[in-house]
């Protein structure tokens, strides 16, 4: 008796899975560009661009690849076909035999894909059309290839609080179409932006303390989502660098060549000033050479800082720092330049107070000096209108004893005051001494 083949007496179900596994060894070891139940053929096809093919079981171990209808061929449909291909995703889905006529059978029609499934073989479709299609209207894809992923760009990844801000998410320029999401990786923000390009930008307007964080794109085609990196938006509070000014009310400040100097004991005024948008901002003096630091609120967006009385320890460099808190956050400015605080002894004041004493001991010297000299020009005009008016008497009117008389008292006259000048002189010479 003549055996029978073994595989003629193989049924139902254990010939279906004795197929399936001889179609699994066979694409294990088929040299041909495909990948699972579908691969990319036709002209102008590359390996991620073709007509649209799958396989089907002719006989045992004999297989056969057919063509699929564009009957509702759609980007979904195609979809799976690129992730099946391990292709990236679905550009393009394209009918009418895009890629050439191909031949055999056209196993399918109508797919309906959702385009999450992993193949082709298992989205609902039509199977063995025989009539109402033929391989003018043989089914098509383009693959990117790669994976579009998206691209998150800030002009700046700090920026000032209340300022606009401007935050484009973007894809390969072979990517066009699809659905653009800016969201926070932690919260509830999320703006979402279709668009028919590559790109698009989100523009968040007075931006505060709740923009702060880590932003995320993701970019929809189809079903497929793809995300971007991180990147980190910081909301700050520029400040302007403040000015410092030096007054003097009372006219003791001359501008030197080192910095501001300051009469000791005159009064002097540092104003510390800002343009700011805050108006609740302090000030704080700073004084360099020790630790001296004075603080006051801003008034219209300045403080002024007094020193009634001016003395060496206020010798030094001086600067402003601004300083403001929103939202619990505190900001500082960066320091003005120095203003150099140079304090002078007082010369003027010496000099008002010296020169009345000095003036008062010479007045005093000269009077010393005058008096005696005044005396003794007194004594010898004396003798002198005496003598003279004794020598102007006629002499007829006068007797030889007369004229004696007089002539000796006139000469005792003189000795006696010569006796006075001496003495004077030798007082005024004690004096001296």
């Known amino acids: 008796m003549k055996q029978q083949p073994f595989f003629s007496v193989m049924e139902g179900r254990g010939k279906r899975a004795l197929h399936f596994l001889i179609l699994a060894a066979y694409l294990v070891v088929s040299p041909s560009p495909s990948a699972g139940w579908s691969r990319l053929a036709g002209n102008g096809a590359t390996r991620c661009s073709g007509r649209v093919e799958v396989i089907y079981i002719v006989s045992d171990f004999v297989y056969s690849w057919g063509t699929v209808c564009d009957d509702g061929w759609d980007l979904k449909d195609a979809e799976v076909v690129c992730r099946e291909q391990s292709c990236g995703i679905a550009l393009e889905a394209l009918g009418s035999a895009y890629f050439g006529q191909g031949t055999g059978k056209i196993l399918r029609s109508n797919v309906d894909c959702s385009g999450s499934e992993a193949s082709i073989d298992v989205c609902r479709y039509r199977s063995y059309i025989k009539d109402n299609c033929t391989h003018g209207r043989d089914a098509g894809v383009v693959c990117s290839e790669t994976l579009p992923d998206p691209t998150l ?42 668009s028919s390009t590559s790109s698009v930008t989100f523009n968040l307007h007075n931006v505060n303390f709740d923009h702060d964080g880590l932003y995320q794109c993701q970019y929809m085609k189809t079903s497929r989502r793809f995300s971007s990196s991180s990147v ?65 609120p801003a008034v219209n967006n300045s403080a002024s800082f007094s020193f009634p009385v001016a003395e060496y320890e206020h010798q030094g460099n001086y600067s402003c720092v601004y300083e403001v808190t929103v939202s ?106």
């Open 328 to 433: 619990t956050r505190t900001f500082n400015s960066t320091a003005t330049a120095p203003i150099t605080v140079i304090i002078k002894f007082p010369w003027m004041l010496l000099v008002s107070s010296v020169v009345p004493v000095v003036l008062l001991l010479l007045l005093v010297s000269l009077v010393v000096l005058l008096v005696p000299r005044r005396r003794r020009q007194t004594q010898q005009a004396h003798i002198h209108t005496t003598v003279t008016l004794k020598s102007c008497n006629e002499e007829d009117d006068i007797s030889d004893e007369e004229r004696i008389y007089m002539n000796v008292e006139t000469l005792n006259t003189y000795r006696n005051f010569t006796k006075q000048l001496e003495g004077a002189e030798r007082e005024e010479t004690e004096e001296k001494r």
């Open 153 to 194: 760009s800030l002009y700046s990844n700090e920026v000032t609080w209340g300022q606009d801000v401007s935050i484009t998410c973007s894809v390969s320029d072979k990517f066009s179409g699809g659905t653009f999401i800016l969201q926070k990786t932690s919260g509830s923000f999320s703006h979402t932006q279709p």
């Open 232 to 296: 980190r938006l910081t909301v700050t509070v520029r400040l302007q660098t403040p000015s410092i000014s030096l007054t003097s009310p009372s006219a003791g400040l001359v501008w030197g060549p080192e910095g501001a100097e300051i009469t000791r004991g005159y009064s002097f005024v540092l104003t510390c000033s800002v343009n700011s948008r805050f108006s609740s901002g302090r000030f704080f003096l700073i004084f360099s050479d020790s630790n001296i630091t004075d603080s006051k």
